[in-house]
């Protein structure tokens, strides 16, 4: 049976493991007996669910964090395994670096997320790190060398977002625009980006194939990042996306204008590969803004301008989730709901139509009626 004994001075707990092994462990110099018997409860319910490891045995936290990398690296896109390992190298590694996985507890995290923030980390940032760190725990309760992950009990920074980062194009601005741009290829793409608010990459890797000339849709099957062709990010992002009769006739001219390439993209690269993405920004992006008298926003802002397009008319969200591939509503409204009204009189006014004015005098008879038989 397992008790507490002192030795030296310190606290020793005696008992043991769930493989009927001996264990003595030593606690800190002033530990309490009250603490002594907080931490002889806790083994006892570790051996009791079989999860119990000596100090040992319990591995670093750059040990996890490594292992729970390789066992990611051939599950994930070569960006979003980039990601988790310039969190885990810039930031998580030299933090918490050779502390034992088991010591990464809540307070421990509490901390971290002030030394984030103290550095100067926007919380949009924070929280991303924390993703992966949490990712690392959950490896960790997998492999039992921790019962639980503290990241599920730690409050996420808010993410403040600062609405004047997103810049949206009026109708007007738009068609000046795209009057500027004069080369065909890039006026079409960016006339596409800006009606279909398809992501960079996902216009970069189109082929004629995605185009549906009959339903006036073009598909979103795959997207072109670092260098390479990857599936969409996840199953929301493989999509249709409506197009109206003017994209489509833009496509049709630059169809047959479009020199042919092997790979059959909508908008090859001179020798026909997919184009350079931060060239045609420099090259035919910015100065095409410049010739219209524009201000510089980036390339993604034109996907912005497609959303705050179909608000303005009055979409419905669900509808513009779909189109723009957002996993979940919350997403689009998070991004987008700060563009939709607070006071909409067009739907008070709607509603009131319908009741008072459609069927209002028969709903006012009836009543009347009713009252009459009741006397």
């Known amino acids: 049976m397992a008790c507490i004994t002192k030795k030296r001075g310190r606290m020793v707990i005696d008992f043991y493991d769930q493989h009927g092994k001996r264990r003595l462990k030593t606690l800190p110099e002033g530990t309490t007996k009250k603490k002594a018997r907080k931490a002889l409860r806790e083994i006892e319910a570790s051996v009791e669910r079989g999860t119990f490891l000596p100090d040992g045995k319990i591995p670093s936290f750059k040990e996890v964090a490594s292992d729970w990398l390789e066992y990611k690296k051939p599950n994930v896109r070569y960006s979003t395994y980039e990601q988790y390992k310039g969190h885990i190298e810039k930031h998580l590694k030299p933090y918490f670096g050779n502390t034992r996985i088991s010591r990464v507890n809540f307070d421990a995290i509490e901390k971290f997320i002030g030394h984030l923030t103290e550095a100067g980390m926007i919380s949009p940032t924070v929280k991303k790190v924390l993703t992966t760190l949490g990712a690392i725990l959950k490896y960790a309760t997998r492999k039992r060398y921790i019962e639980h992950n503290a990241v599920s009990d730690i409050d996420k920074p808010r993410d403040i977002r ?54 006036n849709q073009v598909y979103i099957r795959r997207t072109f990042n670092h260098g390479r062709f990857f599936e969409p990010k996840s199953e929301k992002s493989r999509r249709a996306i409506d197009l109206g ?21 909508v908008f090859p690269s001179e020798i026909g590969t997919p184009i350079d993405c931060n060239n045609m920004v420099k090259r035919e992006f910015f100065p095409a803004l410049a010739k219209a008298k524009l201000r510089r926003i980036r390339f993604h802002d034109l996907r912005h301008t497609f959303a705050a397009l179909l608000i303005a008319q009055g979409e419905h969200p669900k509808y513009i989730q779909a189109q723009m591939g957002h996993h979940s509503i919350n997403v689009t409204m998070d991004v987008y709901g700060h563009l939709m009204e607070s006071v909409n009189q067009k739907a008070s006014k709607r509603l009131d139509e319908a009741v008072f004015q459609e069927s209002g005098d028969k709903m006012v008879t009836e009543i009347e009626k009713g009252l009459s038989s009741n006397g």
């Open 162 to 215: 600062n609405k004047k980062e997103m810049e949206v194009l009026r109708p007007e601005e738009i068609r000046a625009f795209l009057e500027a741009a004069t080369n065909q290829k890039h006026r079409t793409l960016f006339t596409l980006a800006i009606m279909s608010g398809a992501r960079e990459g996902e216009l970069i890797g189109l082929k004629w194939t995605d185009i549906d000339w009959l339903n």
């Open 245 to 265: 009769p003017t994209v489509i006739s833009e496509l049709k001219r630059w169809k047959l204008a479009c020199p042919p390439n092997d790979l059959d993209l």
